[in-house]
């Protein structure tokens, strides 16, 4: 199977790429998903997993998240040719506070507009134009709303809150953890999410959205991170309890899982501690 990932040089893409030894999709070399004639060359392709995205949260970056994440998403999949097979990175703040009236986030939480940013709220028009061309052009389309998918830091990349805290506590450099590190969030390792889609391109499903994430299993603290990774390594964090940082929203977060595992057949196989052992 010809893969091609959006965003493949980047955080979580070059992982992703080497797992499915796709080829690279970004403007690292030479491509954007606003360039017509770049989009087209999603038709020369079996699957596209969609990750490329503008991820700044301000008011101020509306305009270019909307461009990107949504009109982006509909270059790409509108170029695709019948049964073939897009993956979109969506997550799982499209549900904003909604999800704070759950133990486990499933997919019928509401994503009505209760103050999300402008990356959630583009990350779900382009949700809506992946359901569109995907009906319209029979693309075999599914869209995973992320929880905190975490990998290796690699070069020119910025990372995300798990990996970060891991190279924090090895450096030791001062921490500040909003509301005291009590926050909960199901962790994922990125390998695992390949293999959600990889799961997704065996299946013969042709549409399905999901929760993705470390489930309940998965699920500790912001802290129990910390925490962890200081056991690990025997360094003590440098917590600065003092700080404050703002909490996130939603307080909690936890993937419900079933729905992906009844009809992908996946589960989470990495850990929370295996998969920091991981990242050291």
Same mark, same amino acid.
């Given at each position: 199977?010809? %893969? ?5 040089? /980047? $955080? *979580? ?7 499915? &030894?796709?080829?690279?999709? +970004? ?66 703040? %499209? ?5 704070? /009236? $759950? *133990? ?7 994503? &009505?507009?209760?103050?999300? +940013?402008?990356?959630?709220?583009s990350k779900l028009i382009g949700e809506r134009y992946v359901e569109y061309y995907a009906a319209a052009r029979g693309v075999r389309a599914c869209i995973f709303r992320l929880s ?52 997704f391109m065996d299946s013969g499903r042709a549409r399905g959205t999901y929760n993705l994430g470390g489930g309940r299993e998965g699920a500790t603290s912001l802290r129990g991170i ?48 295996d998969g920091l052992k991981s990242l050291l």
């Amino acid at each position: 199977m010809k %893969v091609l990932v959006t965003g493949g040089s /980047g $955080y *979580l893409g070059i992982h992703v790429r080497r797992f499915f &030894d796709a080829d690279d999709f +970004s403007r690292r070399v030479g491509l954007d998903i606003l360039d017509p004639y770049d989009a087209s060359r999603a038709a020369e392709y079996d699957a596209v997993i969609h990750l490329a995205a503008h991820l700044d949260k301000s008011r101020e970056a509306a305009p270019e998240c909307f461009r990107t994440n949504a009109e982006g998403t509909a270059n790409l999949i509108a170029n695709m040719r019948e049964g073939a097979i897009f993956i979109y990175a969506s997550t799982k703040d %499209v549900y904003g506070s909604h999800a704070d /009236g $759950y *133990l486990e986030v499933p997919e019928h939480c509401s994503t &009505d507009y209760c103050g999300q +940013s402008p990356l959630e709220w583009s990350k779900l028009i382009g949700e809506r134009y992946v359901e569109y061309y995907a009906a319209a052009r029979g693309v075999r389309a599914c869209i995973f709303r992320l929880s905190a998918v975490y990998a290796r830091p690699s070069e020119g990349n910025e990372s995300n809150f798990v990996t970060h805290y891991v190279e924090a506590v090895k450096r030791g450099w001062p921490l500040s953890l909003p509301a005291g590190g009590q926050p909960m969030r199901d962790i994922l390792h990125v390998e695992d999410f390949a293999r959600a889609c990889r799961a997704f391109m065996d299946s013969g499903r042709a549409r399905g959205t999901y929760n993705l994430g470390g489930g309940r299993e998965g699920a500790t603290s912001l802290r129990g991170i910390v925490e962890t990774v200081g056991r690990l390594i025997q360094l003590e964090p440098v917590i600065e309890e003092t700080a404050s940082a703002p909490a996130p929203v939603p307080f909690n977060y936890v993937s419900d899982l079933s729905l992906v595992r009844d009809e992908l057949g996946w589960r989470p196989l990495i850990g929370v501690e295996d998969g920091l052992k991981s990242l050291l």
